[in-house]
């Protein structure tokens, strides 16, 4: 399973996290959703319900903006904000049991 897919399976089910995470994989050519961005979270077995490596803490990408360019901030704090909408919201406390960000 690519990088890509295990996002994409991690954020299944919950429309608004799909949808926010769909965002970062296509928009920029996908450089927000790559391993190595603060909010991206990965590891090296399958872990959780779905037996994924990646997940992202929406949570998290305010606070780690700073050194973007005024668009790219403006971009990852209201477009993915739909990742942190609504009840049930995926961030770190939904990453795969067992998981330790890296």
């Known amino acids: 399973m690519s990088h890509a ?3 994409r399976a991690w954020a ?3 429309y608004p996290t799909e949808a926010a995470t769909e965002l ?3 928009a920029f050519g ?3 959703a790559a ?3 603060p909010w991206v979270h990965t590891s ?3 872990e959780g319900p779905n037996q994924v490596k990646a997940w992202i803490d929406f949570a998290a990408i305010p606070e780690e903006v700073g050194p973007l360019s005024g668009g790219e901030r403006r971009f990852l704090i209201r477009r993915p904000a739909a990742g942190r909408a609504g009840s ?3 961030t770190t ?3 795969p049991a067992g998981g330790s960000a890296q």
Do not use: V
Request: net charge positive; aromatic share 4%; charged share 30%.
């Open 12 to 14: 299944r089910g919950m």
């Open 24 to 26: 970062l994989l296509k």
């Open 30 to 32: 996908g450089k927000f």
């Open 35 to 37: 391993p190595g961005n």
């Open 93 to 95: 406390a939904a990453a």
């Open 5 to 7: 897919d295990d996002l």
């Open 88 to 90: 049930g919201q995926r």
């Open 44 to 46: 090296g077995e399958p």
